[in-house]
């Protein structure tokens, strides 16, 4: 385990001195205030001000635009206020989280309020862009920066909850950067293991071979080819009677493609695409932390999608757990490979809702580029819901057809089914449509496919992984299963 475990208790120090509440605070510390400004509302708040800020602030030239930021000194030098720009006023230029990220990343620091007076919503969403701002992952740097802006809070603020929220990302975030030769299916699910353990969760896991014997011949399929072996992890939570949760999370730990290897440039980020396992674990740990009344299972299929003599091939036939046979039309889509096993386990205990997350397809890319996960769903009403919890958690989600048409697709002349389609058009949906034909008893099944990365650098979103649609599904979940507050 090395120093992981070290590593990881440290981030969770560092977290919890991002935030104070006012009553832990020591008087003599200094604190600057943190004013955030609509363009609108700038003239009114200018003239406010006594004639030193005023100055300073039109020399500057800030005038409340979009991100844009001005420190203000006191008359001793130190730093007093912070002036942050909303933008014009629209109803997208509420306060965000990203707008917070984007703040904390250019201060300095120290110790920092609020003067602002917002909302419950706007403020959950400042404090957790506060905490996601200062994320780095600098563990292979041989100097890490270790900058704590601390943001001081009135008592009465919930920050265990938004903490929480800090703290399952992080972890996503972490498992998705760390990189392949490092993160090893075995890796992931030891970390796995030690979130469930940490709740007390049933853990049953398999390995090698035993994925095999255990009626997983997809997932050994995929993996049997890498020097690491296969694995499977099945954990289990909370009371037999409340409504049963499912999450299935993609966990190729690295995906070259097997033999229908992949480009270069399409290679490159694979280490990332056991994103959806990585958020599926981060949404297990929010749900078993809040102790929320549902029936947990999680399901993770962790596998390397390697090439060596054992490989599987293109034109193999393989039966799956559920039954049905597929044949190989390709071994870049592999993840719903592995899904389908999991899906079948997961399915056949009948959840009222089972959720899959996975970094399916480039398809769901192209289609929606990298910030929104497609979402797929039979249930409109269902998807309808996620959308507007989405866009309210600013963690969007966008539904897509599981288009019935496109089903015959998925035929194989020697098989039941072929994992790729022929003509090679509405891929994400296609690979919807591959899961679709595991799932059966579920009452409702919702099907994620995201990116998991920041693909361009901002200011407090780094390159980088980004665990999306937890926030948006925890909140859901919460709304529908949660305990009312
Ligand atoms: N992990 C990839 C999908 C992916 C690629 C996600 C790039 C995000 C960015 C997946 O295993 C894959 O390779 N899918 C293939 C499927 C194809 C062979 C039908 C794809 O999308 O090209
Ligand atoms: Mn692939
Ligand atoms: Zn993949």
Known sequence: MGLAPVISFLGKLFEIFMLVTRQSLKSSEPIAGITLLHEAQFSIWLEQQPTRVRSWVLLHGFCGERNTLLMIPSEQGALELVVFGLGEQQAQSKVSLWDAASLVDRLPEGSYQLVTELSNTALNQFVLGWQYGQYRFDQYKQ?????????????????????????ACSLARDLINTPANELTPQVLVQRAIGVANTYG?????????????????????????????????DFSWGNADDPKVTLVGKGVCFDSGGLDIKPASGMLLMKKDMGGAACVLALAQLI?????????????????????????????????????SVEIGNTDAEGRLILCDALALADADAPDLLIDMAT??????????????????????LATELMSVGAREVDPLWHLPLWAGYDDELSSKIADLNNVSASGFS???????????????????????LYGWNSKERPGRPVGAEPQGVRALFEYLQQRFGKQA
């Open 143 to 167: 100097k890490p920066e270790q900058k704590v802006r601390r943001l001081v809070l009135e008592n009465n603020v919930d920050t265990t909850y938004l903490q929480s929220i800090q703290q």
């Open 201 to 233: 969760a049933d853990v049953q896991r398999y390995s090698g071979d035993d994925v095999l014997t255990a009626g997983f011949p997809t997932v050994h399929a995929v993996g049997r080819a890498a020097v690491a072996p296969p694995e499977l992890i």
């Open 288 to 324: 078993m932390q809040a102790k929320l009344p549902v029936r947990l299972r999680v399901i993770i299929p962790a596998v390397e999608n390697a090439i060596s003599g054992n490989a599987f091939r293109p034109g193999d036939v393989i039966k799956t757990r559920a039954g049905l």
């Open 360 to 381: 399916l397809t480039g398809a769901a890319r192209v289609a929606l580029g990298p910030e929104i996960p497609a979402l797929f769903t039979q249930d409109t009403q």
């Open 427 to 449: 891929g994400a949906i296609i690979g919807g449509l591959f899961l679709q034909r595991f799932v059966s008893k579920a009452k409702q099944w919702v099907h994620l496919d």
